[in-house]
């Protein structure tokens, strides 16, 4: 009985991939595409949301004089969480099969998100790179100590992963409007955050 499905993935995941995370999701992703049911694969960057933990940390490290970040020149092109749920809701109203990739409205580096977080704030942050070798060393160890470690190699790897696409073609494929920009997703994220 069921119609249409949509399936959030990750941007970058394929099958052949080398990174676990990645190759999971994009199995995944060939599996549902080839259901005869009609399924819609969103593979989406980072999602910040109001009351969510990424959008939670990405602030409290903003808030910080002096922030830590592996390979901060790594790009990011975060996306909201009510223009994820709008694209889910259009991909079920048009019952849209197929693989789109969707991010925000612009990409920048993991340096200039932070100082873009800190100045919605009236702050600034001076954000540390730290290499990232030493990410995956640490994320190998506590694969090693722990049953359910925080962080692993291959989720280090997602999140070390460049994202710049243009959403104009999952835009145009779901009849959506432009997306929010960086600062106006900051600004809801602090307001929610001013509401707790």
């Known amino acids: 009985s069921i119609e249409h499905l949509t399936y959030l993935s990750i941007l970058g995941s394929r099958a052949v991939s080398s990174n676990a995370c990645l190759a999971s999701k994009g ?9 005869s049911t009609p399924t819609c694969v969103l593979r ?7 009351g969510d933990y990424a959008s939670g940390a990405l602030l409290r490290r903003a808030a910080q004089a002096r922030s830590f970040a592996f390979r901060p020149a790594s790009l990011e092109q975060p996306i909201y969480a009510g223009d ?3 694209a889910i809701g ?4 048009l019952k849209y099969a197929g693989g789109l990739d969707l991010a925000g409205a612009e990409s920048l580096s993991r340096r200039a998100l932070l100082q873009r977080a800190a100045q919605s704030m009236g702050q600034s942050t001076s954000v540390v790179g730290l290499p990232i070798a030493l990410g995956y060393v ?9 049953a359910n470690p ?4 291959a989720m280090l790897g997602v999140l070390d992963h460049d994202d ?3 959403p104009a073609p999952a835009l145009q494929a779901l009849q959506m409007p432009a997306l929010c920009s960086v600062d106006t997703t900051l600004t809801k994220l602090l307001v929610a955050n001013a509401n707790v």
């Open 150 to 153: 925080p962080l692993t190699t």
């Open 84 to 86: 994820v749920i709008t």
């Open 44 to 50: 989406v960057p980072m999602v910040l949301g109001e």
């Open 138 to 146: 640490l994320a190998a160890v506590m694969q090693t100590l722990l």
């Open 90 to 93: 259009q991909a079920a109203t």
């Open 27 to 35: 199995r995944a992703e060939e599996i549902l595409l080839s259901a």
């Open 164 to 166: 710049a696409i243009d």
